[in-house]
């Protein structure tokens, strides 16, 4: 299958050592740690429905829930109701090292060189950021504030699809069954606190298909 033709737009993200986790969040961020990150680039903001609505009319891939409810219907909304296998499939389709962040690229991209900020903007949102009261659907991606390294939305809107298995708190040593939830990051509309500071860890068996969670793609090398 020859590349995509109208890809997301990408942010380059600089390599850098992480310090992994917070001692201030849930049990599963710690224990802090270092991890050397190496430069890549990652998309602007979450894929959006119109950015999918290419790839499910180029491979007549199944359509996810809530792509026919009109709450969910503006072209610049996240796509969601994604499962990590189809968050894979469309990362594929997009070409050659096309792929989903780890959940250390992930966090690294939304410090935006911020070290131990809360937020991935500083020590507070910036002003608007996240919008008030009843909310039906997301909102459309792309109408924030970028944070330090171009990225907008990252935190907010929807949980994302990571490439990683995940495993619980960070010096768990894997029990004998295979892990069996993959790794997701960011926050939710749905939820009363709809944003979540950088370190802040979500899971879901790869299989499942929720309201909040969509996903965007990287790409290896700066």
């Known amino acids: 299958m020859r590349p995509c033709e109208c890809p997301p737009e990408l942010v380059s993200v600089p390599g850098g050592l992480l310090t992994m986790g ?10 802090r740690h270092p991890v050397l990150v190496a430069a890549f680039r990652l998309a602007r903001t979450p894929v959006t429905r ?3 609505r290419v790839f499910l009319e180029r491979t007549h891939a199944t359509t996810p829930p809530w792509w026919g409810d009109p709450a969910f219907c503006d072209p610049a909304q996240p796509v969601v109701g994604v499962n990590w296998f ?3 499939a469309y990362a594929a ?3 050659a090292s096309w792929r989903l962040p780890s959940e250390a690229e992930w966090e690294w991209a939304a410090r935006g060189g911020l070290e131990d900020a809360a937020t991935a903007w500083g020590a507070v949102l910036p002003p608007g950021e996240v919008p008030e009261g009843p909310l039906s659907g997301p909102w459309p991606a792309g109408r924030g504030t970028p944070n330090g390294f171009g990225l907008c ?4 809107i929807v949980h994302e699809w990571c490439e990683d ?3 619980g708190a960070y010096d768990t040593v894997p029990g004998p069954e295979p892990p069996t ?11 009363h606190v709809r944003w979540s500071p950088p370190s802040a860890r979500s899971s879901l068996p790869p299989d499942f ?3 909040d969670y969509g996903f965007r793609v990287a790409r290896g090398g700066a």
């Open 22 to 31: 917070s001692e201030h969040g849930r049990p599963d961020e710690r224990p």
């Open 50 to 52: 119109a950015q999918y």
């Open 86 to 88: 189809e968050a894979q």
């Open 93 to 95: 389709w997009l070409g």
């Open 153 to 156: 939305d990252i935190g907010t």
């Open 165 to 167: 298995w995940y495993t």
């Open 181 to 191: 939830r993959r790794a997701s990051r960011g926050g939710s509309w749905r939820h």
């Open 209 to 211: 298909r929720y309201a």
